[in-house]
C-alpha cells in the first residue's frame, strides 16, 4: 500500500516552533512574501499544501524529512534541558536537521513556482517537464556551491549553548553561517533554540555593542518569521524584507 501523501507539510519544523507558542499554542509569524503579520497556532503556521511532494522526480521528500525532523528534534529538546553531552549519533543528527532547515529555507518564497526543463529518459529520448519547488530541492544536492553542513564536519565542532538576553525569534533562516577568521570558510554557525536559548557551533563569536541577531535572522529568512507573542515587530528586525544575496557565509 502506498503511503498517504502529506498535504500539510510545515516550511519550518512545527515540533521546532512549538517553542515560541505560548498556554495556547499560539506563535507570532510574518509571512514576508505576502508583507502580512498575524497570530496563528503552531501547528498551522508555515502550512503550505504538498511542498515536499515532487511532480517530476519520484523520491519520497516528505518521508525522508519526517525521519530527519523526528531525529533531529529529540536533540534539540535535550539541549534545551541542558543535556550537552551528546552520543556521536546525535550530533549527526543534529546537523542533518540543521541542513535541512537550511536547504528548505533556500526555497520557502518559491513554494507554488514552476520550472521548465528538458527530462531526458533512459531510452535516449527526452521531453518537456515542470519542474515544482520539492523536485528543484532534490536536484540542488548536485549543486557544489550549496554549503552543506554535514560535508564540513560541522558535528565534530565544538558546541556551546548560550542564554541570549533578549527574546530570540526564528525563521527560515535562522540558520546563521559566520565567515572562519582568514574570510575563507565557514568559521561558526548559530541557530535559536528557543526564545531564550542559541546553538553555536565552531568558536564563540565576539559581538559589537547592540548586536541584533534577530535582524540577521530577519534578513536571512525568505519568506517566514517566527516568535512569541506580541515579541515580533517589524521595527525591531531592521530590515527584514532584505533578501539574502547568496549562499555564502555571512561576515561576522
Do not use: C
Not at 39 to 52: E, G, Q, R
Not at 60 to 72: A, F, Q
Amino acid at each position: 500500500m502506498n503511503r498517504p501523501v502529506e498535504k500539510r507539510a510545515h516550511m519550518v519544523s512545527k515540533g521546532y516552533i512549538k517553542a515560541w507558542a505560548d498556554s495556547r499554542k499560539a506563535v507570532e509569524v510574518i509571512d514576508k512574501v505576502r508583507n502580512y503579520g498575524y497570530v496563528d497556532s503552531y501547528n498551522n503556521a508555515t502550512v503550505w499544501s504538498f511542498a515536499y511532494e515532487p511532480q517530476v522526480l519520484t523520491h519520497d521528500l516528505e518521508k525522508e524529512y519526517g525521519v530527519v525532523e523526528s531525529r533531529g528534534l529529540r536533540v534539540i529538546r535535550k539541549l534545551r534541558q541542558a543535556q550537552y553531552d551528546l552520543a556521536d549519533d546525535e550530533r549527526v543528527a543534529l546537523i542533518a536537521f540543521l541542513d535541512m532547515h537550511l536547504n528548505r529555507g533556500r526555497y520557502a518564497d518559491q513554494v507554488g513556482v514552476q520550472t521548465s526543463a528538458v527530462a531526458l529518459r533512459t531510452d535516449g529520448t527526452s521531453e518537456q517537464v515542470q519542474l515544482n519547488t520539492a523536485d528543484r530541492m532534490l536536484l540542488s544536492r548536485s549543486e557544489e556551491r550549496l554549503v552543506r553542513l554535514a560535508a564540513l564536519g560541522v558535528e565534530h565542532w565544538q558546541l556551546t549553548i548560550e542564554e541570549w538576553p533578549q527574546m530570540l525569534v526564528t525563521g527560515d533562516g535562522a540558520v546563521l553561517l559566520w565567515r572562519d577568521a582568514n574570510g575563507s570558510g565557514v568559521g561558526t554557525v548559530t541557530f535559536p533554540l528557543s526564545p531564550s536559548l542559541l546553538l553555536v557551533l565552531g568558536p564563540r563569536l565576539d559581538y559589537p555593542d547592540n548586536f541584533q541577531l534577530n535582524a540577521l535572522v530577519a534578513a536571512n529568512s525568505r519568506r517566514w518569521l517566527i516568535g512569541q507573542r506580541r515579541t515580533l515587530r517589524m521595527g525591531d528586525l531592521g530590515d527584514a524584507g532584505q533578501q539574502p544575496a547568496d549562499d555564502s557565509p555571512s561576515h561576522s
